[in-house]
């Protein structure tokens, strides 16, 4: 499936950045919405050399009118909106007694208000059409709550909330657009220079770490397949099953280790740029310092996209054990 307009929210950078490159590999046009005019223009042009076209849209996706204002752009520009993923985000690494109120009131407008926006935007152009799909990029933290990242992990969990909701509604008047989320684990993305952190060490994602392009070929996988929901990552799946199962010792656990798994050997830098406030300007790409130690694929993710022709393998297998068996019985 390709030639569809797309738009990806935070597509400058990180997993933005890396969904953009993969849906126009795929033949897509993709309208990418970000902040930073540098990181824009090298995804456009990323679209373009791929065969695409492209629409780079500077954007605030916390400012309802402005995600409104992109939207019709992108429909005037390219055509009516196929897929959306919102997928920019922002958050701040610090234990709570140390977190402002601002700082959690921007971190929520961004990653739950941003994607309710675009949500928004979305569903006015999808739902007279009857098709169309919005992906919410998450994470295994919309389920599990880890220390130094509160906001954050609050407002995955909001957007879970949100999107069931809108799922029922759009179940119950039978509608042709869907909605799903895309649970993510830990990725090398460039959000560890530039997020805003209080802590005594340069945060870092917490091992297991993948590269980005594994959650941007789960993202087209999902704007092809209807899945109401997908995990990405062995670790993402161990998370949110361990968080159903033993919610309390997982807390203990965390308490003891997320401080450190959180944080690498080498001293913050009290001078760095922080994004929560304003875009920090540079073509930032994909990737983030930690190519060393993450994985480019997940086996999870492999039999995940690839499970009836696992199950059908499984199947064989087992009428052919079963005949053996049948076999041995009978001699």
């Not at 076209?53 to 400012?63: F, I, K, M, P, Q």
């Not at 389920?143 to 954050?152: D, K, N, V, W």
Request: glycine letters at 8%.
């Amino acid at each position: 499936m390709s030639g569809r307009v797309v738009v990806v929210t935070g597509g400058s950078a990180g997993v933005g950045r890396a969904t953009v490159r993969t849906f126009a590999e795929n033949g897509d046009h993709v309208a990418i919405l970000a902040r930073d005019h540098d990181g824009l223009e090298a995804a456009a042009k990323e679209v373009e050399a791929a065969g695409g076209r492209a629409l780079a849209l500077s954007t605030d996706v916390a400012d309802a009118d402005a995600v409104e204002a992109a939207a019709s752009a992108v429909e005037e520009g390219l055509g009516p909106i196929d897929v959306w993923v919102n997928n920019a985000m922002t958050s701040v690494f610090a234990p709570f007694k140390e977190v402002e109120a601002d700082e959690v009131r921007r971190v929520t407008e961004v990653n739950y208000l941003g994607f309710v926006y675009g949500t928004q935007a979305a569903l006015r152009r999808m739902l007279p059409r009857d098709r169309g799909v919005v992906i919410q990029v998450g994470s295994a933290l919309a389920y599990r709550g880890i220390p130094l990242q509160s906001a954050y992990c609050g407002s995955k969990h909001a957007v879970k909330g949100f999107t069931e909701s809108v799922r029922t509604e759009l179940l119950h008047d039978k509608s042709g657009v869907r909605v799903t989320m895309v649970q993510m684990p830990a990725l090398n993305t460039p959000q560890f220079d530039w997020v805003l952190s209080r802590l005594p060490k340069k945060p870092q994602p917490v091992p297991p770490i993948y590269q980005p392009e594994v959650a941007a070929r789960a993202i087209l996988w999902a704007s092809e397949h209807r899945r109401s929901e997908v995990w990405v990552g062995g670790s993402t799946v161990l998370t949110i099953l361990g968080n159903f199962a033993i919610p309390r010792l997982l807390d203990r656990y965390l308490a003891r280790s997320g401080f450190k798994s959180q944080q690498t050997d080498e001293p913050a830098d009290p001078n760095r740029p922080a994004n929560l406030w304003r875009p920090v300007e540079a073509d930032h790409g994909a990737h983030g310092d930690f190519d060393t130690k993450a994985k480019g694929r997940s086996y999870q993710w492999w039999v995940t996209s690839h499970r009836r022709a696992v199950t059908g393998v499984l199947a064989a297998v087992g009428t052919v054990a079963a005949a053996a068996a049948t076999r041995r019985s009978a001699r």
